[in-house]
């Protein structure tokens, strides 16, 4: 059974700064392209940022030069670091594993951002 435990969210200020981890179970990570996603109230869930096996990223428009996703194929573990954030950023952020034969989600962490 895989699964992907979220974790880092939380309260901050605009302009302010948290860093998302997302453990995973087993091997899935090291075969599996990575991902953050983001869905605020009201609104369709949206992709944040992917890694692929070989540590090519790739960014949605809105988070560019602020987030960076990283991973760690030893700790099992994919980061999301967010700097500069925004009320806008309000969402909760879900990590996903996409293994060669299908998706995995996990439980999604809050992430509030103040302004």
């Known amino acids: 059974q895989v699964q992907l435990v979220e974790s880092g969210g939380g309260l901050v200020q605009a302009g302010g700064s948290l860093r998302l981890s997302c453990a995973a179970s087993g091997s899935i990570l090291s075969i599996s392209t990575m991902g953050w996603y983001r869905q605020a109230p009201g609104k369709q869930r949206e992709l944040v940022a992917l890694v692929t096996r070989e540590g090519s990223t790739n960014y949605a428009d809105s988070v560019k030069g602020r987030f960076t996703i990283s991973r760690d194929n030893a700790k099992n573990t994919v980061y999301l670091q967010m700097n500069s954030l925004k009320p806008e950023d309000t969402a909760v952020y879900y990590c996903?594993?996409?293994?060669?034969?299908?998706?995995?989600w996990g439980q999604g962490t809050q992430v509030t951002v103040s302004s």
């Open positions: 996903a594993a996409h293994a060669p034969w299908g998706d995995y």
